[in-house]
């Protein structure tokens, strides 16, 4: 959860809202089509339910309640298990569940998500690089980077999980 001042939800309470700060599609269609689009094209060719762990990852590191919500009812709908959505937060220690190659999605997805660490360490990268062929690896890359500004959209007009 995000922290907020007083005043914003107080303000935010007193209109019984409890919602986002802005409907920022609204305001900006086309930057939402725009990332839409991006969307589309970054997860073509890759498996389902693989986009839906990569998203979740990487909402989780992101505090992202809103893209949370709606990843996890979409790995449900795509065949996840919930033994898999729960443990993801641990994947690696649970790796048992994953197989190696989401193992290496994971961890690039990580490694992506959380760049004030530095850059993508050569291993990580490489690890992926194994289980991904480069057009495949590309569309990795550009679906890991659409979920972290997704996620930067939701956390910064503070979108409520459950509402469109």
Known sequence: MTTTSTAATTSRAATGSGGPRMQWAKLAPEVYKAM????AAAKKGLDPTLVELVKIRASQLN??????D????????AGETEERIYLLSAWAEAEEYYTEKERAALALTEAVTVVTEGF???EVY????????????????ALITTINAWNRFGVTTRMTPGRA
């Open 36 to 39: 839409i689009a991006l969307d």
């Open 63 to 68: 505090k992202c309640a809103f893209c949370l």
């Open 70 to 77: 709606m990843h996890i009812r979409d790995a449900r709908g």
């Open 120 to 122: 993508v360490p050569d």
């Open 126 to 141: 490489e690890r992926a690089a194994a289980h991904f062929e480069e057009p495949e690896l590309a569309r990795l890359i």
